[in-house]
């Protein structure tokens, strides 16, 4: 029989064990969402957050196989008690796993190709480098794949010799800042199919913008087939010849030429120039070596700013029209630091240029450095703002030149030589306004005129006339200017003559060696002035 008292006991229990009953429901639901909290902290933690908890790991110990251990752990189970589960042993093996560092958004697609397929080498599209098979279709392909590509270079790699027809890089269409990297040989054919009637050019690059050739090949145009025909033809010579009088009054109409390879068949009577830049802008040539060019070795036609620099062109000095660099109706010109030895001028500047500026370049063999010839069959010319200086000449027939036809209009102006070192030149300064190529030519009262000139600091030795004005009655030459002129016989097989100037006009800065008396200071009493149409603006 239950008494009273153990009833109460029995109540007092029951609502003990309601009560334990109530806490520990609850504090089960609260451990519960303090996990899925913990969880949730834990998926968002910084890299740097995840790495300081890492560096508090022991290192991975070598000695268990448990297959417990993975790269990836477990999730951690919810937790059944409150108190914390208990450390590992110390030598219980601990995964340690590399900080999870955040990685960048994925790059959106190339607009470009990566910068491997910038690079299109000629022998990946069938170029054989052998020196004999015909390589001029696989330099049109490669071209024309690197034609589509902005700043891309086209490679013509080293040890190769690559035979290679006439061809043509063109634009308009192709995009900017193409290089053509020249590392290797390219050469001439030199039969007579190639050329058909005859070509103006071999390599030409046309209507391009930002075009660069560099490196540290060869563009060989094997002249000398071309050259040796020259003795079976009345080609034109540099009319300056007649300047120069040998001890013996003869001139030989054909010097010497080097040993030849033989003819195959008989080369069209247009001689190509090896390389030629056409209606481009930003143009840059440099490092590269060209040679034997059948005639003009690099030429710039209706380009503006043209860089070239380290640059050597080679080719016997009578070979006969091999002018080394020809610039015409091109402007904002840099040529510096290279070394020309050719048949004709070393630079020839011609009709629609201006801006030009040579520096630090080494000439001859060679005909100097030429502004001119102007004005050729009642042509208008116009050259303006041109300087020479810092130039070394050796064995040259003349130095530094200007040269025009009777009857041109226009006008030379605005030109300045200065610092030209000459070692036994022919003809040191010669101002030429009779400049004819032909046996006879016809004489005119209108001229080319020729305005502005300084020459300054030209020293060395010359081996027939050091100064040579020859200049039109009808627009005499004006103010030329002359200052630390010291030039010095050489003894050799010519006559030595002295300066020579006519209708000059001028002034003597300094005292000059040797004396040039015949210019005339001041200015002409009465100067030929053209009409409106001739003035160059």
Request: aromatic residues 6%; contains cysteine; charged residues 20%.
């Amino acid at each position: 029989m239950i008494t009273r008292k153990g009833l109460m006991l029995r109540s007092i229990t029951m609502t003990i064990l309601v009560s334990i009953l109530v806490w520990s429901v609850t504090l089960e639901t609260c451990i519960a969402r303090r996990g899925r909290h913990l969880r949730r902290h834990h998926h968002h933690s910084s890299s740097s957050s995840l790495s300081d908890s890492l560096s508090t790991k022991k290192p991975k110990s070598h000695e268990s196989n448990s297959h417990s251990h993975k790269s990836k752990p477990k999730p951690k189970p919810k937790p059944k008690m409150k108190s914390p589960p208990p450390k590992p042993d110390v030598g219980s093996p601990v995964v340690s796993q590399p900080p999870q560092v955040q990685q960048p958004p994925p790059s959106p697609l190339p607009l470009q190709p990566v910068e491997d397929s910038q690079a299109f080498n000629v022998l990946d599209f069938g170029a054989k480098g052998d020196g004999m098979s015909d390589d001029t279709q696989a330099f049109e392909a490669a071209w024309a794949s690197a034609c589509k590509v902005e700043a891309s270079t086209m490679i013509v790699p080293a040890e190769y010799i690559f035979l290679v027809g006439p061809i043509s890089f063109s634009g308009p269409y192709c995009q900017a800042n193409i290089v053509f990297q020249l590392d290797g040989m390219i050469v001439a054919p030199t039969d007579t199919d190639s050329w058909g009637r005859g070509l103006m050019w071999w390599i030409e690059f046309t209507k391009l913008k930002g075009i660069t050739i560099q490196g540290k090949g060869v563009i060989d145009g094997r002249g000398t087939v071309w050259w040796q025909q020259d003795y079976l033809s009345d080609y034109p010579i540099d009319d300056d010849f007649k300047l120069i009088v040998p001890l013996n009054n003869s001139v030989q109409e054909h010097p010497p030429m080097p040993i030849r390879s033989e003819l195959n068949g008989r080369m069209p009577s247009i001689k190509p120039t090896a390389l030629r830049f056409y209606g481009s802008i930003d143009v840059t040539v440099t490092g590269i070596t060209i040679q034997n060019s059948p005639q003009c070795h690099l030429k710039f036609d209706n380009c503006v700013q043209v860089l070239v620099h380290d640059v050597s062109v080679s080719s016997p000095g009578d070979s006969p029209n091999t002018d080394g660099i020809h610039l015409q109706n091109t402007k904002d010109v840099m040529i510096h630091t290279s070394t020309l030895a050719c048949g004709d001028d070393c630079i020839s500047i011609q009709t629609g240029c201006s801006n030009v500026y040579v520096h630090n370049v080494n000439c001859g063999p060679g005909h100097g450095i030429s502004i001119g010839s102007l004005g050729k069959d009642s042509t208008k010319a116009c050259v303006s703002n041109i300087t020479v200086r810092d130039v070394v000449m050796h064995n040259t027939m003349t130095g530094v030149r200007i040269k025009t036809w009777q009857g041109g209009i226009g006008s030379v102006k605005g030109i300045l030589f200065s610092n030209i070192q000459l070692t036994e030149v022919q003809l040191p300064i010669v101002i030429d306004q009779f400049y004819c190529d032909h046996s006879k030519c016809m004489n005119h009262t209108s001229a080319v005129s020729v305005e502005g000139v300084t020459y300054e600091k030209i020293r060395g030795t010359y081996t027939v006339k050091p100064v040579h004005f020859a200049c039109s009655d009808s627009y005499p030459c004006i103010d030329v200017q002359l200052s630390g002129i010291e030039l010095k016989p050489v003894q050799l097989q010519y006559h030595m003559s002295d300066p020579f100037c006519w209708k000059t006009f001028g002034e003597l800065i300094s005292t000059t060696v040797p004396p040039i008396d015949c210019l005339q200071i001041g200015k002409p009493a009465r100067n030929g002035v053209h009409s409106d149409h001739d003035i160059c603006l």
